[in-house]
């Protein structure tokens, strides 16, 4: 039974340009969710995706963007990258919006430059 | 508004002595509680959930949580620590109602000596 995966593992931006993370849920479940983690800090809620819809949205400007896909996989997108955007970014899967349990995958390390 | 608080950012124990990391939350709705644990370069492992059932909640590499209401808190023990234990733990909240959105706390490094 796969667990949830990301890719890529690591990548670098130029300030300014664009990134598309990928993000595939664990076998079965339908509710994807994304974490922004600073060096340092616990994880930041970005947004979560249900029924290929976002459900909700923590704190982060609409530079950050998302989108779900009918086989539930998901992607986050940034535009104008800055330098306080390189973190790693975490996916998460549960089943259904509300679960009692996420499970998370290994992270997407950005760095902006 | 949620919010947790983990008392020490980095917590040093001995081989085979009480492992004890501190979280407190806040919460106006009964939340469900966690720990994840991670190792450097990886992603969140769940180590143990509180969502409603019994206050002492155990979980996996022998560590266990209890939740307390009246003190708002829900601190991580382990009778006796292992070197593999030393990692990045976070401590995280979440509303019911609100989708499963999870909020952490800032995270505790634990380190182990030999």
């Known amino acids: 039974d796969a667990g949830v995966t990301q890719s890529p593992t690591h990548l670098i931006k130029t300030r300014g340009q664009q990134v598309t993370l990928r993000c595939s849920p664990k076998?079965?479940?339908?509710?994807v969710s994304w974490y922004q983690q600073a060096l340092g800090q616990g994880p930041q809620f970005i947004f979560q995706?249900?029924?290929?819809?976002?459900?909700q949205r923590g704190n982060f400007p609409d530079r950050f963007s998302g989108h779900q896909f009918p086989n539930y996989s998901s992607e986050l997108n940034v535009n104008a990258l800055l330098l306080g955007d390189s973190a790693l970014y975490l996916c998460?899967?549960?089943?259904?919006?509300?679960?009692?349990?996420?499970?998370f995958g290994p992270g997407t390390r950005l760095t902006v430059t | 508004a949620q919010s947790v608080t983990q008392l020490g950012s980095h917590v040093s124990v001995s081989e085979g002595a009480l492992v004890l990391l501190r979280c407190n939350y806040s919460?106006?709705?009964?939340?469900?509680l966690f720990w994840y644990v991670q190792y450097p370069n990886q992603g969140l492992q769940l180590l143990l959930k509180?969502?409603?059932?019994?206050?002492l909640v155990k979980g996996i590499n022998g560590f266990e949580a209890e939740f307390k209401k009246s003190e708002t808190s829900f601190h991580l023990t382990k009778p006796s620590a292992h070197m593999r234990d030393a990692a990045e733990y976070f401590c995280?909240?979440?509303?019911?109602?609100?989708?499963?959105?999870?909020?952490f706390g800032q995270g505790t490094e634990l380190s182990v000596k030999p």
């Open positions: 998460a899967s549960s089943l259904a919006v509300g679960a009692r349990e996420q499970y």
């Open positions: 995280a909240v979440s509303d019911p109602n609100q989708g499963g959105k999870l909020i």
């Open positions: 995706y249900y029924e290929e819809e976002e459900r």
């Open positions: 509180y969502t409603s059932a019994a206050t």
């Open positions: 919460s106006s709705v009964p939340p469900y």
């Open positions: 076998s079965g479940h339908d509710t």
